[in-house]
């Protein structure tokens, strides 16, 4: 049968490639370090299960934008934890954040710019939608992150009518370096942003796992007329399988809306019942919930910059997280000694150190690095969420004294990982 032109534009994705080599490697009786893939481990918060059990008797569609006591359950959510004000009616519901995000940049004219590295889905989605994707080299020795000149220059090089509407796609803390942008930086993007007419989808979802450093704002504190915030539960609250996302629209855009809506109406009608039901409860403010959450980060940093540590005593360069459950790291400095062993592309490290050294993770061309840049995307959530939590209730005092050996004792495969990576690292000197 013939392919449409948009499908063609979605290439089959290596990770796809990679995920099937594990599978191979696994069948055959070896362990696999998994550092590929990024899903948050904890356990289901019990009062959200419970929220989601006593609903389970609803089975009648909802109201495409979601129902309203989501919707205000989540404004004031964002008035709590980030002191952000958007009414009900500027809030839109989906099953999860990344079919929003799809929508609003169907609705949204003009160019996509994208910082390199980022996330996976962005560009796929703007080739989709046949749109012009750029993206815009950031330079690892500042944490790739996006700066106002950089971002201006992209700009004029690639759309230099000041009133043409261009789209800039933001996320922080990142995935995939765990990085994130302070106040006085977000400004900064925001004052280039409003110059030259480009709408901010800030991606947030990782707001709140950040961290005990850092703190998260919002774009949208400094350009609010031009920002769309997107966030959900998968990442802070660990339910990725929820499927619930939330967009939030600056005010008076009610054409956008609208058309965001019929997207929305088109493709997934509404989210099930049941989980907006329980997305109430998941959206709470009360101590409970919200210790959850920062436990559950906190434990994410200290997995993290232990892992983040044992890769920078390689003397491997790797830009240091502040939050989220990601490291870019890359072998670019070792190009020489990975040539003589038949690699020389991101796709090709990732390979290696698979069938070589049992690890997986994703090659940084996936993330909008040139094919040749050796970076790889880690992640560091392959241990048992619920007895980490638990060890972390018990002892936290001892946990955050002494990251080290808590690291050991609840993430051991995580270890392992940075094992191999120190035996295949050392043997390319
Ligand atoms: C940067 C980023 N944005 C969005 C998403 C998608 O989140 P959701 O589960 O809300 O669709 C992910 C999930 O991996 C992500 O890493």
Redesign the pocket.
């Known amino acids: 049968m013939d392919v449409s032109f948009s499908a063609k534009q979605i290439a089959p994705s290596a990770t796809l490639a990679i995920n099937e080599l594990i599978a191979t490697i696994r069948a055959g009786g070896e362990k696999v370090y998994h550092m590929g893939f990024?899903e948050s481990p904890f356990p289901v918060h019990s009062r959200v299960r419970k929220a989601l059990c006593d609903n389970s008797w609803r089975q009648r569609y909802l109201p495409t934008q979601g129902i309203i006591e989501l919707r205000e359950q989540i404004s004031g959510f964002y008035q709590k934890m980030f002191d952000l004000q958007y009414s009900q009616e500027q809030i839109v519901i989906g099953p999860?954040?990344?079919?929003?995000?799809f929508a609003a940049l169907t609705a949204l004219d003009g160019p996509i710019f994208l910082p390199a590295p980022s996330?996976v889905?962005y560009q796929h989605m703007g080739r989709f939608l046949s749109r012009d994707v750029h993206h815009i080299v950031t330079l690892s020795m500042n944490s790739y992150r996006l700066e106002p000149d950089l971002l201006e220059l992209a700009i004029r090089a690639h759309s230099p009518d000041r009133d043409q509407q261009k789209v800039l796609v933001l996320?922080y803390p990142?995935?995939p370096t765990g990085h994130t942008f302070s106040s006085k930086e977000l400004k900064e993007l925001a004052d280039v942003a409003r110059e030259y007419n480009a709408v901010v989808v800030s991606?947030e979802?990782?707001a709140l796992t950040h961290f005990r450093d850092q703190e998260h704002h919002s774009i949208a504190e400094f350009y609010p007329e031009g920002t769309l915030v997107?966030?959900?539960?998968?990442?802070d609250r660990s339910l990725?399988g929820y499927?619930?996302?939330a967009l939030l629209l600056p005010p008076d855009e009610k054409q956008l809306l609208r058309s965001i809506l019929a997207v929305g109406s088109e493709l997934w009608s509404s989210v099930s019942a049941p989980i907006q039901y329980a997305g109430i409860e998941a959206y709470r403010t009360d101590t409970e919930l919200v210790d959850y959450i920062e436990d559950c980060a906190v434990v994410h940093e200290l997995v993290t910059r232990y892992a983040y540590k044992r890769i920078h005593n390689m003397g491997v360069s790797c830009p240091y997280p502040q939050g989220a459950f990601y490291l870019f790291p890359d072998w670019n400095s070792q190009r020489e000694a990975l040539q003589k062993k038949g690699v020389t592309t991101s796709n090709e490290l990732a390979k290696h150190l698979l069938k070589n050294w049992f690890l997986a993770s994703l090659p940084g061309v996936e993330f909008g690095m040139p094919p040749d840049d050796l970076s790889l995307r880690l992640a560091t959530v392959d241990y048992d969420g619920a007895s980490a939590y638990k060890a972390f209730q018990k002892r936290r005092k001892s946990a955050i004294k002494d990251p080290e050996s808590f690291v050991l004792s609840i993430a051991p495969s995580v270890v392992e990982g940075c094992n191999q990576l120190e035996r295949f690292t050392a043997e390319l000197d």
């Open positions: 990024g999860g954040s990344k079919p929003l995000m996330w889905s996320n990142c995935n991606d979802i990782y997107t966030g959900g539960l998968s990442k990725g499927r619930l996302g």
